[in-house]
T-cell receptor
C-alpha cells in the first residue's frame, strides 16, 4: 500500500534553532518528492521538489534530502524564525504514468521567541 | 509554476445550503484537482476536474454532493451541496502540469 508517514507529528523549537523533519514513504514506483509549507488556513506552498537522482535540494534556509534506497526524506530548517511556524507536508508522486499524489499528515512546527 | 486564485477564502454557511468555490489559474493547465483537508488531517483528493467532460471522483465522493465544473483550461468550480456540519473543512484546488503542482490558498468552510 502506498503511504507517506511523517514525524514528528508536532514540534516546538526556540527561535534561531535548527530542526529536522522526517518523511518515510512506501510509494512505488516513485516519481518525485515535494515538501510543502502550509500556514494555518492557507494552501500549501512548495518548498522543494526532488526526483530520484537528487540527494539534496536547498531553498534558502530549507534543505531537503532524499535517500531513494531507504525511501526516506528529511527537511532541515536552519536558524528558525517565527514565520516558520506552519505545517510541513511531504508529498510523493507515483511514477509510471499514474500521476497519483500521496500526502503525509504533516508536521506542525511552532517556533517560539 | 502556475498561480491559482481561489475564492472565497472563507465562509460560514447554514445547514442545507450550497456553496460554490472558484479557482482561476493564470495559465492553461492540463490537470486541476480538488482536495478536502479536515482539521488536523492531511489532504484528501475529492476529484480530478476534466476539461470538457465529467469530473473523476475518488472513492467516497459523489457528483451529487460535490458537483464540479471545468469549462476551460484555466477555471474550475467545486460546489458543496446540501451542507451539513460534517462538511466543515478547508477545500483546496490544485493544478498540475510539467512544472509541478500548485495549490490555491484554500477555502475555510464552516457549516452551522
Amino acid at each position: 500500500k502506498n503511504q507517506v508517514e511523517q514525524s514528528p507529528q508536532s514540534l516546538i523549537i526556540l527561535e534561531g534553532k535548527n530542526c529536522t523533519l522526517q518523511c518515510n514513504y512506501t510509494v512505488s514506483p516513485f516519481s518525485n518528492l515535494r515538501w510543502y509549507k502550509q500556514d494555518t488556513g492557507r494552501g500549501p506552498v512548495s518548498l522543494t521538489i526532488m526526483t530520484f537522482s537528487e540527494n539534496t535540494k536547498s531553498n534558502g534556509r530549507y534543505t531537503a534530502t532524499l535517500d531513494a534506497d531507504t525511501k526516506q526524506s528529511s527537511l532541515h530548517i536552519t536558524a528558525s524564525q517565527l514565520s516558520d511556524s506552519a505545517s510541513y507536508i511531504c508529498v510523493v508522486s507515483e511514477g509510471g504514468g499514474a500521476n497519483n499524489l500521496f500526502f503525509g499528515t504533516g508536521t506542525r512546527l511552532t517556533v517560539i521567541p | 509554476s502556475a498561480v491559482i486564485s481561489q475564492k472565497p477564502s472563507r465562509d460560514i454557511c447554514q445547514r442545507g445550503t450550497s456553496l460554490t468555490i472558484q479557482c482561476q489559474v493564470d495559465s492553461q493547465v492540463t490537470m486541476m484537482f480538488w482536495y478536502r483537508q479536515q482539521p488536523g488531517q492531511s489532504l484528501t483528493l475529492i476529484a480530478t476536474a476534466n476539461q470538457g467532460s465529467e469530473a473523476t471522483y475518488e472513492s467516497g465522493f459523489v457528483i451529487d454532493k460535490f458537483p464540479i465544473s471545468r469549462p476551460n483550461l484555466t477555471f474550475s468550480t467545486l460546489t458543496v451541496s446540501n451542507m451539513s456540519p460534517e462538511d466543515s473543512s478547508i477545500y483546496l484546488c490544485s493544478s498540475g502540469d510539467r512544472g509541478g503542482y500548485t495549490f490555491g490558498s484554500g477555502t475555510r468552510l464552516t457549516v452551522v
